[in-house]
Structures are given as C-alpha cells and as structure tokens.
C-alpha cells in the first residue's frame, strides 16, 4: 500500500469516523483503492504522473465532462450521481489534493451494485458495454473538443505508435531485442497500413468527435443485476479521437476468447460472434450519430487499435516496462502476443467483419 494514503485521505471531505483503504481494480495505470468509512465507499486513486506529465489538465477535463454528462444525463432523465463519475472535494474545496511527493490524488464516489469484467460473461452483457460506450459517444457530441486537454500527445496516432517502436527497438535500452525477432517482423508489415484511419480524417472523410479513447470492456461499470452499462468511467483520456478506434479498442479486449495477457496463443482468438454481438451494441447506443464512412471503417479500427496495443506493449517491453504495470517477467510481451495473434485473426476474418458492420449499420 501507498506510504502516502493515510494523509491523502484525511484531506477528502468525507463523513466522520474510521476509514479502510485496500488495492482495487486492474487498471494499468493509475493506482486505484477502495476506501470504505461506514456505510459509504469512495474510489481513491493517485494518477500516474510518468503517463500523465500534466495531471491538473487531466483533471480540468474530468471535471468539466462529467459536469457536461450530469447535465446531460438529468435532461434525459437518467441518474446523475450514478451514471457519471462524482469528484469527492477536500476540505478546501478542491478536487484533487496533492502527496509529498508531488503525487496526484483524487477520489470518486463508489458506483454501488455494478461490476466491471475483465472478460465478457456472456454476449449479452457484451453488446450492453457496447451500447453504453455508444451512449457515451451521443452524450458527448455536443461538447466542445476543442477546449479539452491533449492528456496524452499523439495518443491514438498509430503511426506515431509504429515509430515509437522502431525507436525502442534502435534503443534496446533493456537489452531485449534478441526475443522479438518475429514480433517485430509481424509489426513492419504494417509500415503503410497503419496511416488508414488518420489518411481518411485529413482527407476529410470522418470526423475528429470526442471520444473515450480507453473503452475496455473492464472501464464500464455494469449493473450487477442488469448486466445494464451504468456508468463509463476512467474518463482520463477523454479527448478529441476517432469512433472507429473507440469501437476498435473494445473489440481487441471484449471479443478475445482470453485474456488480454494469457500466454497459450492457441486460446486467443477474435470471436466474430462477440464482434457481431458489439457492433449491434455501439451502433444502438450511438442512435444514427456515425456517418456511413465512419461504419464503414470500423474494421480497421479494430485491426489498426489491436494493433496499436501491440506495438505500444511491445514497446514498453523493450523500454523496460516504464509504462504499462506490469506483474510477471515478461508481461507486456505476453501482452503484445496476444495482441499480434488477435490482428492475425481478424485479417482472416476480414470480409466477415466487413459483412457484419454493413448489416448492423442497416
Ligand atoms: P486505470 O486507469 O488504472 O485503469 P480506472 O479508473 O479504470 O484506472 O480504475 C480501475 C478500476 O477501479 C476499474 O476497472 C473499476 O473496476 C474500479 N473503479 C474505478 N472507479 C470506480 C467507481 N467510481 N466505482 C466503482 N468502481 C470503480
Ligand atoms: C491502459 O488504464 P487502463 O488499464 O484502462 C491504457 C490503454 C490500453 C490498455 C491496455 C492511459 O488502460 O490505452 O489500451 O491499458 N491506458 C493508458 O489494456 O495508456
Ligand atoms: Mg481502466
């Protein structure tokens, strides 16, 4: 546990009275803790300083989105304290505070009865993740894009992802190179290829929208009832982007038959049923907001965003595993795997995907 927690949480306006903290979640990133004081829970979570070199701007745009959403929300006659995420103030009034160290903390209301899965337990709660993030895109459409924050420059740009990698591989800074002959290989074929979506929104055929930009099937929570999408959460890239990498970064997490780090590639596959099952999800919760280029292209989106994460882990891999959190020897490679096995999958399922969209979009 965080050195740091016991004084963070003091400086939360919280009820009175004793407080538990313990490590949840399996994000990536940020450190994340569930913090229970009586009846109520709190989300507490120090925001990765080494991702996010600006974390005040990451917090400038949160507050201003979900100020956005409860409005938004409340006109549609949802529930705002449930179904966006809630700052819990300090005592000065601020929505983040600050650890010795410099470190970035902030804290969320717990969203109570949902879960968020690591791996879909059925299509249909699937297709309901996908109808939330769809949500989460319409909700969206009428926020300013051009007052948020680049949290991440160059985020989902993948051909910068592709030359971030060929400079980790010219740095071999931790002396890996000599295992990933075959992955590197893979990823060159891509050299071109992974300029497709950006070509079309220079060329003027899809829009830059906001976007989530992180849409794992683990970053909804869902009813536990229900299986009902309740509330889109890690909102901390939250920036201008493209749909078709939204829907894409979904498919290479949800419609994998494993893990996103499972080591036996024979169990990783892309189940085209679970891409059917998304597609009729997200294009639902979007109502009609895409254009038919943008539906069109949701395919590459889900190859080129595979691909990305591969690059990105592999990357990470070479670089000493700096970015992702990582729990074995060799996870982001493991991680990587997996993705280029995905990108495989879909290249052989490539007019089946295309197929699908054309007649979700119908
Ligand atoms: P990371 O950026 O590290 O992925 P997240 O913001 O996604 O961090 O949080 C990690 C996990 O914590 C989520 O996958 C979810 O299980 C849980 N979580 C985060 N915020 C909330 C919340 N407000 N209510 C309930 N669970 C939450
Ligand atoms: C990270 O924060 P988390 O764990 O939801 C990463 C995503 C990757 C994902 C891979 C800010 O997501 O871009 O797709 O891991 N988030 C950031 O699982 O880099
Ligand atoms: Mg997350």
Redesign the pocket.
């Known amino acids: 546990m965080n050195p740091h927690i016991e004084n963070v949480v003091m400086q939360f306006d919280l009820p009175d009275g004793a407080w538990t903290a313990e490590p ?9 803790y569930l913090v229970t004081t009586g009846e109520k829970r709190f ?1 507490l ?1 120090r925001v ?1 300083g080494y991702v996010f070199p600006k974390p005040e701007d990451v917090m400038d745009n949160i507050e201003r989105v979900t100020a956005f959403l409860k409005a938004q929300i409340e006109r549609e006659g949802g529930d705002p304290a449930r179904e966006t ?1 809630t700052l819990v103030k300090t005592h000065r009034g601020e929505c983040f505070t600050y650890d010795r160290e410099g470190g970035l903390w902030r804290m ?4 109570e009865d ?1 879960v ?1 899965c690591d791996l879909p337990d059925t299509p249909a709660l699937f297709e309901l993740s996908g109808e939330a993030f769809g949500k989460f895109q319409r909700q969206m459409g009428g926020f300013p894009a051009d007052s948020l924050h680049e949290t991440i420059h160059d985020f989902h740009n993948t051909p910068a992802r592709y030359r971030q990698l060929e400079d980790a591989i010219a740095r071999n800074e931790a002396g890996r190179l000599g295992s990933v002959a075959a992955e590197i290989e893979f990823c060159r074929q891509y050299e071109r290829e992974v300029h497709a979506l950006l070509d079309a929104m220079e060329a003027g055929e899809i829009p830059l929208r906001v976007t989530h930009n ?1 849409t794992k099937l ?2 909804v ?1 869902l009813d536990r009832q229900t299986g009902r999408g309740v ?1 889109v ?2 909102l ?1 890239t939250v920036m201008p982007g493209l749909a078709a990498y939204d829907f894409g970064d979904s498919i290479r997490f949800g419609a994998s038959t494993a893990a996103e780090d499972e080591q036996n590639l024979d169990l990783v596959s892309c189940d085209m049923n679970l891409f059917e099952i998304y597609t009729k999800g997200y294009t639902e919760g979007c109502a009609g907001s895409l254009t038919e280029k943008e539906i069109r292209l949701m395919p590459m989106g889900a190859k080129l965003m595979t691909l990305e994460c591969g690059m990105r882990f592999l990357a990470d891999y070479l670089n000493g595993d700096k970015y992702f959190r990582v729990h074995r020897e060799g996870h982001n490679l493991d991680r990587a795997r997996t993705q280029f096995k995905l990108v495989r999958c879909m290249e052989e399922s490539w007019a089946q995907m295309a197929d699908i969209v054309r007649h979700c979009a119908q």
């Open positions: 949840s979640g399996n994000g990536h990133i940020n450190e994340t989300i979570q990765n995420l969320y209301l717990f969203v949902t968020s992180d683990n970053n929570l509330c959460i890690d901390d």
